[in-house]
DNA sequence: TTTATTTACGTAAACGTTTACATTGTTTGT
DNA sequence: ACAAACAATGTAAACGTTTACGTAAATAAA
């Protein structure tokens, strides 16, 4: 019931050999009398003796740990991409280091630092929106620190990114309204400094040009990416003399958050109102929300590659993964001339 | 552009001065000269120095790390329990490491090990449902590994423990249930493994016991805890020749998966049957779904407090937290007499 | 036999810190 | 004036590993 831990230097006394024998025999090495390995190993396991990682990994000077930085997961989103991150990670025996940046970037520039001291090995990251870090991550960037951005990136840094093209998958969706029937279509959009957001907004207005259709500026709005900010973007959409017939939404939150706004205020989805989101979400299924689905745990998985590879020192310029979505379409955007058969 | 990392040792030689001094001068001891001290913060922010953790743990034993085992972090529950979690332990500089046990024994096992291995000092864990590892907490708390579990335990084992009060909460959401008026209320049941869904179970057959209603044996099952499950329950329910007229659901995933189906099978809830989940959920709130929610950021901060108590050596004997659940009364449980008034 | 090679092991340095102890130079007390 | 106390710094050991190098004995080659 000691409290301390054996260390080789333990074994080696008991046994009566030097500390160099028993980490010999420990990690395999063929200069050591298979006699010797087999007696270290009966005393090692008499011992319960566990590696000290730590102490290996001072003299190699590695952790074998990444680190990954989200601005938030309590929403499904980052925790599936996550998932993907510690899937690739854990088995290649690389532990993940997960913070919250809590979409601020001063939280983003403290935890960057804490996953410096900690000696991460590289970083994965989705920015905050104003992430007022570039200078931070460039700063990485010039010290070779293996970094992969996902999702959410910093456009003007060159590094590897893994990303699906929201611009068109933006136009898509917009498209799929247009086709669908709707004219006036309004824009709840996120942070105008994120580039999802930019990009987003930026889908929206080819597929009005694609398409010939007018764009009206006040049926844009940016507001946030949060569900909370939605319903001060459906009352002044409602309080408009002529009304949109649809909205597009940033995100599924922001979608949900309209949705529910519009149906306090006594209107139908998509009789009085159509609704898209993007990015997908359990909620959004359900409430049958049109939405974008990205492939959220193929990102993690991709980005964590990428990251291994930049750690194993395979020193291919930077790249850009954009990985494929799809627009999955549900009862919220129903084609105008079929609304009134539901 | 070197790819070497500054240490101590650089800040010296650049001034040369000890490495003695420059660590005394950046860990704020009194015995150094203000003016040196100037010196050496100025080099180290100049070379851009961040200590290496690994050393000096290594010296002082220890990692500052704490290990997590939840069974999943995708839905909102356990992804706010780890926040709470973390913001504690950072708060500590202690760095937090997350598994999950995807539900399987096996892999619950695997993530300990591992943890072990990483040398952390502490292991907060809610355990998979039929745990195989009793034994090897046993070797845990034998080994004094400080060690709290949350929100799902192992009853037999004496430990620290955050949890609520299932058994007197569902108790409180069944007696709802009946105060409304209802009378044939079903059990969606979760695992009878799992001491949740144990617990929750006996608290509905307290409430019938309590209020003289009889226990219908043939409206209890124990399906599992996640949505999907739910529809095999309500078709085997709606088969019945005396079908319940209210629906006590084991979580809220459990409960939406409810309430799916019966919207499929054309039901109205409350009008035709009603529903009441338990741990709420953004999904549930959304859907107007009666749930008893439980303080999970509190729950993940008041598990990190015991466990860096528990680090520190604060040797209490183990305690079970029970802390404060609320039963959010909603439409899916509306009183049988108010329900057309809708 | 003598020399070269191999085998099995020990010695010691290294990784980046912290800190007990030693060593200065300076101030205080008598 | 001299001992005592103090302040600021340096020296070196320690944490638990791995590994380059050295060494002795055993074996193979000459």
Known sequence: MSLHKTTIKDIAKELGISVATVSRALTGSHEVQEETREMVLRKAKELNYRPNIQARNLLKNRTNIIGVIVPEFVSFFFPE???GIQEVANREDYQVLICQSNETSDLERKNIEMLESSRVEGIIVSVTKES??????????NEQMPL????????????????????????????????????RIAHLGGNEKL???????????DAHRHYGLDVHPNLIMNLG???ERASLGVNYLLSLKVKPDAVFCVNDPVAVGCMLELKKRGLKVPEDIAVVGFSESPIGRIMELTSVS???YEMGRVAAGKLLEQIKGNCKPAETVVLDAKLN??????????RTQK
Do not use: M
Not at 154 to 167: S, Y
């Open 225 to 227: 990416v949060q569900q």
């Open 294 to 296: 990205q492939p959220t």
């Open 132 to 141: 007022k870090n570039e200078p931070v991550f460039e700063r990485l960037l």
């Open 148 to 183: 992969v951005f996902i999702n959410r990136v910093l456009p003007d840094l060159i590094a590897d990114k893994v990303i699906i093209d929201d611009r068109k998958w933006a136009f898509k969706a917009v498209e799929h309204l247009i086709k669908c029937g709707y004219r």
């Open 195 to 205: 580039a999802v957001s930019a990009n987003r907004l930026q889908g929206y207005l």
């Open 81 to 83: 991409i996550i998932i």
């Open 329 to 338: 379409i549900r009862n919220s955007s129903l084609p105008v001339h079929k």
